[in-house]
């Protein structure tokens, strides 16, 4: 099933499901062109895991980390799929990260290993924008990472079995391909993942975990088409608009 936040003509906020070209709420279905798709969930905090494909750490010249590297974006950095994201204007290098998205499913803490799947609610697609000129100048990377609608998201969550475990990971600028990798090329696995945070973190429903990139990131121009292509998720897509 593939679940869906939407506004519809009358304006709107709805939960619905992605059917083939619909879009449907309760009894009612709506055609694309009739709403506007939103990101799929509107998370208090986005948990994000660094350097978590051996391929990318190599291209960003740095060693694969001893252990799980994690850092921060807040809700501001949420773009909706199928629109126009504006970036930071006078930067040298804005770079796209197509990444496997984790959407929690309930209020956790202390969680295991073994039972890390039981909170995940499903998975999405997400392009971690990175302002590189910022980035390298600081640790904690506020300004690298954290920026306006840095994260677009969406356009819909679908259960995680829906995902297959090497599920493929394809990033296209302009429709040519610049990213190209799989899931279980994850240096830390999901349940990993999750059991880390948890022990620092309490997460909420609705929160998002977004898992590493593989090698391919690059930088992103005036009008460049970006869609993060998921196997088993509808795909992402926006246009990237940088101001002079």
């Known amino acids: 099933m593939q ?18 070209d619909l879009v449907k709420f309760s009894n009612v279905s709506y055609r694309m062109e009739e709403i506007d798709l939103l990101a799929p969930v509107e998370p208090s905090k986005i948990i994000c895991v660094g350097k978590n494909y051996a391929d990318h750490a190599a291209e960003m010249d740095s060693e694969v980390p001893d252990s799980l590297m994690l850092f921060i974006k807040t809700p501001n950095t949420i773009a909706d799929p199928n629109t126009t994201v504006t970036m930071l204007r006078g930067k040298e290098r804005i770079d796209h990260e197509g990444e496997l998205a984790i959407i929690i499913g309930q209020q956790c803490r202390f ?11 499903g998975y999405t697609a997400a392009n971690d924008l990175s302002n590189r000129d910022d980035q390298f100048q600081e640790q904690n990377w506020v300004r690298g990472k954290a920026f306006d609608s840095s994260l677009p998201l969406g356009p819909a969550m679908v259960d995680k079995e829906d995902v297959p475990e090497n599920a493929s990971i394809v990033v296209r600028v302009n429709g040519e391909v610049r990213q190209e990798g799989s899931i279980d090329q994850l240096i830390y696995s999901i349940p990993v993942i999750i059991a880390e945070i948890t022990e620092y973190i309490t997460l909420e429903q ?25 196997e088993g998720i509808p795909t992402l897509k926006n246009t990237i608009r940088i101001p002079e």
């Open 3 to 20: 679940y869906v936040r939407f506004r519809d003509p009358a304006g709107s906020i709805r939960n619905g499901t992605l059917e083939g």
């Open 111 to 121: 969680v295991s290993e073994e039972n890390a799947m039981e909170v995940v609610a």
């Open 206 to 230: 609705g929160d998002v975990i977004i898992t590493g990139t593989p090698a391919g990131v690059g930088p992103l121009e005036d009008g460049d088409v970006v869609e993060v292509d998921i």
